[in-house]
């Protein structure tokens, strides 16, 4: 399903009359979505960006800018975070992660924001590991013919919006410009290949904080990465019980059905090549390696 | 909590078997338990229906062939637990 929104004029973000039943915030506790129920669906604020309104019983989608120069940002929430929540309500299955393709199969990084998935992205695909989705996992669950589960990844736009300090590292250029949320857009090209077809899955690879100086990246169980994944998870309506249970137990098959992985490493940009070095190695070597000496 | 308490699976809770352990998540707080084989045990016994803690016990004590005061100790006390992270509910007898 390719999600489209009816976009509607700009409209100033008037004052809601209900409180919010649900938000999103950033690592640093600034409130980046909140989430109010309307009469006949709910409305989900980017504050002075973009509110979008979606209809409970069609999830047909309008978008309002909250002025002529968030039209494209308008856009961009569109693919990376409305079209998830739709998708997942609806019985599908997105993460929020990025995910590059290592030997024909694809490699999901999952993570908080700022734990650096699209930084990740970016390095692989420079590293000639093509990106399939920079912000958001869309995977498709299928039962082959022996009976047994595989996830399929989608790939998603070609491009990767990165901030301008990782853009400079990767793109090996000075820059210094940015759209409003400090992030600026890279589009693929042959020194930063994007993949443009499905792949298999071939593993989730769950993001550490990287307090440390140390490298390590090993297989995880099921049990242990769950609660990890649910975390990923794009949920629209908190409150919609049934729903909840549908999709706790669609990412308890996904767990259980996947190989997992923890990474963690320090989050300097020299540390990337050794990263890469790290899971390509492990991946090959049945998944467990530490990065010291 | 007592032995002829009866618990409760909370409408809040969800559970499945993931690996080898029960992972539940409580669906309004987000939070996640998990539970190993016995607890797992306990927690199926649960969902099929409401029983009083007793009965949790003397279950466990036939199935895994263990005795019956280290049983009932760990059982209270995991009862305690999903109680306080409001998994359960609990009524007296």
């Known amino acids: 399903m390719t999600l489209t929104a009816d976009q509607n004029d700009v409209r100033s973000q008037r004052p809601m009359d209900v409180p919010a039943f649900d938000s999103w915030t950033d690592p640093e506790g600034g409130t980046v979505a909140f989430f109010y129920r309307l009469t006949d669906g709910y409305l989900l604020r980017f504050p002075d960006r973009v509110d979008f309104e979606i209809d409970a019983e069609t999830l047909a989608v309008r978008s309002f800018p909250a002025s002529e120069d968030m039209v494209d940002v308008a856009e961009a929430l569109l693919h990376n975070a409305i079209a998830p929540l739709v998708g997942n309500h609806s019985g599908r299955l997105h993460l929020h992660g990025s995910a590059v393709v290592i030997g024909g199969r694809g490699y999901a990084f ?16 420079r590293a000639g590991y093509p990106f399939l989705t920079e912000d958001v996992v869309k995977l498709e669950r299928r039962v082959g013919e022996s009976g047994l589960a595989e996830y399929i990844v989608h790939p998603a736009r070609p491009v990767l919006r990165l901030y301008v300090d990782s853009a400079s590292h990767v793109l090996q250029s000075e820059l210094d410009w940015g759209e409003d949320d400090g992030k600026t857009e890279i589009a693929a090209d042959h020194a930063l290949p994007h993949a443009d077809s499905p792949v298999p899955l071939g ?18 169980a099921a049990p242990d990465a769950l609660p990890a994944i649910l975390q990923q998870a794009f949920i629209l309506d908190v409150e919609d019980k049934p729903r909840l249970r549908g999709h706790f137990q669609r990412l308890g098959d996904l767990a259980m059905d996947t190989d997992c992985y923890a990474l963690d490493f320090p989050r300097v940009f020299e540390a990337l090549p050794f990263v890469i070095d790290l899971v390509v190695g492990a991946i090959g070597n049945g998944g467990t390696r530490d990065g010291n000496g | ?50 029983r009083p803690v007793a009965e949790l016990c003397a279950v466990i004590v036939k ?23 409001d998994l359960v509910t609990r009524r007296a007898a």
């Open chain 1, 203 to 220: 593993g989730i690879i769950l993001l550490g904080p990287g307090e440390n100086d140390d490298m390590s990246f090993a297989r995880i």
């Open chain 2, 63 to 85: 199935e895994f062939d263990a005795p019956r005061e280290v049983i009932e100790v760990d059982v209270l006390a995991l009862a305690t637990d999903l109680m306080d992270k």
């Open chain 1, 110 to 125: 999952l993570g908080l924001s700022r734990r650096g998935k699209t930084t990740l992205a970016a390095a692989f695909a």
């Open chain 2, 1 to 50: 909590m007592e032995m002829d308490d009866i618990l409760s699976v909370s409408d809040d809770a969800v559970a499945r078997e993931v690996g080898g352990e029960t992972v539940i998540m409580h669906l309004g707080s987000g939070t996640y338990f998990s539970l190993n084989e016995v607890g797992g045990r306990i927690w199926q016994l649960l969902e099929a229906g409401d």
